[in-house]
């Protein structure tokens, strides 16, 4: 088992046998390197001492006497938010009780209680529990029960070689059941005219002839952080990176392909951050017009070359700028929603899918279940036409079971816990899910096929990696994939 972070709930640490009990396992667990926390209701136990002299932190909640319950209640509610444990434990009566109370507000932590004797005590926490936890899920969160009745297409988001694939298109769609890429270094913002469409003839075969194998959705992506992107009030460098989107929907269009992935994770510069240092001399209200103006723009500059252009946008900006405990840098899409909004504004055929990263390393039903909901709930709130969002839209949930450095192929969970997160990331999202390939973990060249691809100077990705080794279950990955291109054959 993986390290874990572990949050033991009690009400105080006096001499007992369910409070030595506590002690002795929570010494245990932090020897076994887990991270172990121990918060109590009253402080000044004498067992607190033990758990100090292990490493083990005492957490005092501070309740003063019986009535005192609110300030107490929102304390506990502050250190769970603020802890974030993968497991929350109870111990007697009362912390357990506690637990169930929180489990709605924390649906991603595991509770556990620490029962001492089954009596009438514990047969109401059972009831309490299906009351307050069990029923509320079903309404609130829908039902976590992994359905097979929705097949959405499985897309894999990689720099994997254009050739190369062109080459190996029955492998990925017959044997692996891949139906599109996310192909990246294809055509960039800055990229010119002339450089666009070098590319032109290999992604018509792919699209044409990966057609036959189920491979027919394909996205050339295009992400605006790679270089530091013009201000957003600088008309006249615009002007240049919105024709060079019309050039790309061009292309698209021309080749065959689906559509375009837009990343606008902020990797050179902030891009959506009202207080980054390029923006601090700017108006906010300002900034956010004009952030909004150019989402509307660059959808124009598409749909206006390619009407029937799908579109993805990724990450999901708002989900981190709105609920701020769920990511590294929330501030990073302070205003990415205006410019979705703006891209919505022009209200294209295909709308738009927000592809979610949030549930990258995510296997559990139950969490991806609420990340998901979460997305969608967050979206709703804050698009400027909700009834767009509903018709049109939709959330594709990411996965990264590979790949755990651009030099390192090996599985990042086993295949077990990826069928896990496949399944119900398949029955959650209704158009595409998609598989984050870091490096070339899901595939290997042989080394005359690296000479082949770079031959006469010709620039592959991380071509040192390439014929690197995969992970040795990869057939077992495989086959998770290959169950949804059955599914959607209806076999």
Known sequence: M????????????????????????????????????????YHGGPLERDLQEAGVPVISLGKRKRWDVFPFLWRLICLVYREKPDILHGYLFEANLLTILLKPMFPRVRMIWGVREFGLKIFSLFILCFFICIIPRQFLLGSPKQSQTNSPKVLLFSAIDTDYLADTLSDWGENIGINGFMLAYVADWWTPKKQIFKDIEVLTKINKEGAAYGIDSNFIKVAIGYRELPNWTDDKAWAVV??????????????????????????????????????????????????????????????????????????????????????????????????????????NNK????????????????SITWLYNTINKTMKQHVEDPVFWKERCSVALGMWPLGKSYSDKSARYSPVKFKEQFLQTTALSPKYVWIYACGAPWWQMKKAEVKKYTANGRWIWEKKNQALPMDPAIKEYYAVVKQNKIRLNGK
């Open 2 to 41: 993986s390290n874990k972070k572990i949050l033991f709930l009690t009400r105080s640490l006096n001499y007992g046998g369910a409070e030595r009990q506590l002690v002795a396992l929570a010494k245990g667990l932090h020897e076994r390197r887990h991270k172990v926390e121990v918060a109590v209701f």
């Open 351 to 366: 709308g738009i899918v927000v592809a979610g990263e949030c549930t990258y390393s995510n296997t559990r039903v139950d």
């Open 242 to 347: 919105l024709n060079n989107f019309r050039n790309i929907a061009d292309l698209i269009k021309q080749s065959g392909t689906k559509g375009i992935a837009l990343d606008t994770e902020p990797y050179k510069a902030s891009l959506f951050d009202t207080k980054a240092e390029r923006f601090k001399s700017m108006n906010r209200d300002i900034l956010k017009a004009k952030i909004y103006q150019r989402g509307k723009e660059i959808m124009q500059s598409l749909t206006g070359v390619f009407p029937d252009i799908e579109v993805i946008i990724l990450p999901e900006g708002a989900f981190y700028w709105f609920n701020p405990g769920e990511g590294t840098m929330p501030y990073a899409y302070e205003l990415w929603i205006d410019f979705f909004n703006g891209m919505a504004s022009v209200k």
